[in-house]
């Protein structure tokens, strides 16, 4: 059987990475398969679930008016706060009600090809471990606190869950154009770090927000941070942070207008304008900039995360 061409992939086959794409060697466990699933969720202690918990605690000390109403409305809709890690056949079973969506267990950080795949096929790949209580503050590689109280409960929006799906799709042509970093770039600040306004408020929506309590007043408080309306050609020119706060947060004004900004541009177009770096620093404002606030980047300056500096 002939494959569909390249602008139309068939998004059920795991993509194949070309030799020329540069993308981070990850070195698969033996007990998964090219799809990189666990064979099933693993079975979490008592004291794994206790550390769930306490993170859900401390989150909702500190979410409750600074996250999107349809994240806390996420959570109630999919109980996450019914006690212990939740188990994903339910929430699966609860999110495919709603939008389709299931979660599925990865044991670690995937490759970008499989990753896309999943979202293309509406599944969310889960880390199938929790951080520990020496790592209950920061944890570099995503667990599954992060990753399902983060991210899945977004998903039971049906506009952000389209938004997810139609991401998963994009990898196939960033893939082609060897735009991986790009591709990413527009991730991090939208679904992970992405802010949404909610009338005269700023709110935060991206799950490496949510999933942390100094970065959830941090960026929509912090006198530090760049605020800037979403422009999708910018973002995916711009560096971005991965071990301490955000320098500068981007802004939408609804999950609708990031589907349309997304799914209606032409990527083609813009990957053929890309060079294989980028263009602006984490911190830079530009002047086509829509700012919402400029940052003073004081908490940067004093050293960031490494000199202890106050997150202001």
């Known amino acids: 059987m ?15 990475p070309g030799p020329g794409m540069f993308a981070a060697p990850l070195q698969r466990p033996a007990q998964v398969g090219e799809d990189w699933l666990e064979p099933a969720q693993r079975a979490y202690s008592s004291e794994d679930d206790s550390i769930w918990n306490d993170l859900f605690a401390r989150q909702m000390q500190v979410l409750p008016g600074r996250a999107a109403t ?3 409305d996420g959570l109630d809709r999919l109980d996450l706060g019914r006690g212990g890690v939740p188990d994903f056949g339910r929430l699966s079973e609860d999110l495919g009600k709603l939008t389709g ?5 990865v044991p670690m950080l995937i490759p970008d090809h499989v990753f896309f795949w999943h979202l293309a096929n509406r599944r969310f790949p889960a880390g199938n471990f929790i951080r520990t209580r020496e790592t209950f503050d920061y944890i570099q590689e995503p667990d599954v606190f992060h990753d399902v109280f983060g991210h899945v409960p977004l998903l039971a929006d049906p506009v952000y869950a389209d938004y997810m799906q139609e991401y998963g799709r994009a990898g196939w042509k960033a893939m082609r154009y060897n735009r991986l970093k790009a591709l990413g770039a527009l991730y991090w600040y939208t679904v992970e770090f992405g802010l949404i306004l909610e009338g005269a408020d700023v709110r935060a929506y991206g799950a490496g927000i949510l999933s942390g309590p100094t970065e959830a007043v941090f960026s929509v408080e912090g006198k530090s941070p760049n605020r800037i309306m ?9 560096d971005y942070v991965i071990s301490d706060l955000q320098p500068t947060y981007f802004v939408i004004e609804s999950f609708k207008e990031l589907f349309h900004d997304t799914v209606d541009r032409d990527f ?10 980028f263009t602006y620093a984490n911190t830079a404002v530009i002047d086509v900039d829509d700012v919402l606030q400029r940052g003073t980047q004081e908490y940067l300056l004093r050293g960031g995360r490494g000199s202890d500096a106050q997150p202001v």
């Open 2 to 16: 002939s494959r569909p061409p390249a602008s139309h992939p068939d998004y059920t086959r795991l993509p194949e």
């Open 70 to 72: 349809l994240f806390m």
């Open 230 to 238: 979403l422009n999708v050609d910018r973002v995916m020119r711009t």
């Open 101 to 105: 969506w299931s979660v599925v267990p």
């Open 268 to 277: 083609d177009r813009l990957y053929r304008s890309l060079g294989p770096g």
